[in-house]
């Protein structure tokens, strides 16, 4: 089983939809997580952490879940410009610093 | 501007040709970490630095070597590059976990081909 798992893409979806991202990971110790979005060829830039409370910037909102240990992304309204690959990130934190990207998900957004 | 800076952009080489990938980080971030990206394996990890003169391995680090002999700079070594090491190389940094930093920043990565 991989560390960090994502849903298989890609995801294609109109604009204005709402879309969900989920993303589970194996290592119960992880303390930090968050998302990143990479466009074609460029660098993975940094969406939002995942806070335990769930957080929300704008139209994106993160969740995790630790019992079940899942973390989640979801996009509304979406736009054109969200189209890219979104990475699920998760870091031990304190005491390792060896960090586990999942493979990524693909969202293509349409006219 | 806070950066994260590789160079270069884009090499060809030839397998064996000993070559060093430079990363640089003004933002005085004590984690630094490699990268390679391929397609459907996602990125994967080859060293991390967790400070000055500290290093260690990450999941692919065979073939690569790494010195953090000051803060900001993480050079990735490949001595005798082969084709298997063709692929999309990123370097990181982020600051100490807890802080609200502790995410990576990261370089605009080197597109690397050994034929």
């Known amino acids: 089983r991989k560390e960090v798992e994502q849903d298989p893409g890609p995801f294609n979806v109109p604009e204005g939809a709402t879309v969900a991202f989920n993303c589970t990971y194996s290592?119960?110790?992880?303390?930090?997580f968050f998302w990143y979005r990479q466009d074609c060829r460029k660098e993975p830039k940094l969406l939002m952490s995942v806070y335990s409370s769930g957080n929300e910037d704008g139209r994106f909102t993160a969740q995790l879940n630790r019992a079940s240990q899942y973390i989640s992304l979801l996009i509304r309204d979406s736009k054109l410009s969200d189209s890219a690959t979104y990475l699920c990130v998760v870091r031990p934190g304190t005491g390792g610093f060896k960090t586990i990207f999942g493979a990524g998900t693909r969202l293509f957004v349409k006219a | 501007e806070a950066q994260v800076t590789q160079n270069p952009r884009y090499l060809i080489t030839v397998t064996g040709k000993k070559l060093t990938v430079t990363c640089s980080q003004n933002?005085?971030?004590?984690?630094m970490s490699w990268y390679r990206q391929d397609p459907g394996l996602g990125l994967r990890q080859i060293y991390y630095s967790m400070n000055v003169e500290v290093t260690d391995k990450g999941d692919v680090p065979e073939g690569y070597k790494v010195s953090r002999k000051e803060k900001r700079n993480f050079p990735l070594i490949l001595e005798s590059p082969s084709p298997n090491q063709t692929s999309l190389y990123f370097c990181?940094?982020?600051?100490?976990?807890?802080?609200?930093?502790?995410?990576?920043?990261f370089g605009s990565g080197t597109r690397l081909t050994v034929v």
């Open positions: 990181a940094s982020s600051g100490t976990p807890g802080l609200s930093n502790y995410g990576y920043t």
């Open positions: 933002m005085n971030h004590e984690y």
């Open positions: 290592n119960s110790a992880s303390q930090s």
